[in-house]
């Protein structure tokens, strides 16, 4: 299991050009999502005035400028009566139906064995115009006759100049075809790679819009903030489709996407994987996703009517920790990653193939596993955590949180790594992406 840390530093003062909202309730007064809704932002609202218009309690954020937009959304949930709610994250643009490829659906929760958590994510660079209107919608997708309960939701956008080093496509099959669940030995490597349609695509990467491709050529060497996102449908009874992301096709350590369970049973026929890191390349270097089959054989697509979708930004070296992880701080269980009580992790680094990074100008590393990340400068810091899990018991799902000075961060966690330990289904994963703001010097993530 190797995880996946990034920190990086994108505004120095008051979430500058961006918007971070939080609620945990819907339009409707309620932490009940049976039957869906839209997020009301009640808790927390803070925006940058010059791009964005957001009250409190509002499930509305206007845009006051047209341009790229970065969206992440965490929606974490929890249902103990019935079997496997589900809950979709959808963000709708002035109403619309839902956007083609800003949605997660990893909320899987069983209700068995314990697992009663689940957690949809997504992270994508999308155009707005001016004027437009964003709501999340939650909707239910599995289990639908069943309560479930929404912890506390997260939204943050951010507006992403013209002068960003950035890259993103979508894409909605493979080289070999429309199915994503296929197996290492019958389809080989360079035809389970997705194939990329260009959005945007700036002076770092090598890529020609009005040809689709598999590879992404990163010109420059240094570290890349890499987002993918792939929402899933199938009728495969515990089908699980993997990502991988490669460098010159060799898969790098801590890379991949897992969470895309599909049990085919009380309506739960969609799901969606994701990876969030940064990756560090040398020049010249050639990244391409690939899917493979994690479970059950049979057809698992991109789902009807949505898309894939990449976004790919060039960073700089100020204000970068970067490093790759397998333990946690506990000495004598530090490999098992399902503890009974929450367990910080060993940040001591030394895992997989991308260097690790440290500006030291912005960060310690502290604690006898170095599992303080202390922070030097004051700022907003977007913080990436990517982990691969494998293993364990029947309906393990490992919950991934974060805390600055021994407090938990609100909407700032992922519990989207059921494995069912049956028909193979024995790998899964999380990504979480989030922002926190006004960090102090001496403040310790």
Sequence with gaps: MTLLVGLSLPAQAAVNKGALLKGNQTVKGTNNLKGGGL????????????????????????????GHYFVSATLPIESAV??????RALLKVNGNAGHQYALGQSSYARNSSGATEGSSHFNVLIWLKEGDVLTLDAQDIAGNANNRFLRTASLFVEKVEGNRNVFNAKATKIVSGDNLNVSDEDVAQEDRNLIWTGQRINKAFGFVKATPAAGITLKDAGNYLVYVNIPLEGSVGRGSVGLAVSLDDEIVDGARGQQGYIRNSNGHRFSSIHFSGVINATEGQVLKVETSQLAKAGTIKVQNGKTASIFIEKLGDD???SDAFSTTSAEETAENLNPNAKTSLALDGGTGVSEPYLDEAHYANEGDAEEQIVIKKAGNYLLTLNAVFQGGSSRANPRLSVEVNGQAVAGAESTAHYIRQSDGHSESSGSLVAMLNDLAVDDVV
Aim: charge should be positive; hydrophobic fraction near 30%.
């Design 319 to 321: 204000g970068v920790f």
């Design 39 to 66: 997020i009301s932002w009640n808790t927390y609202s803070s925006v940058d005035p010059t791009i964005f218009s957001h009250n409190l309690y509002s499930e509305k954020l206007t845009v006051l400028k047209s």
């Design 82 to 87: 019935g079997q496997r709610a589900t809950q």
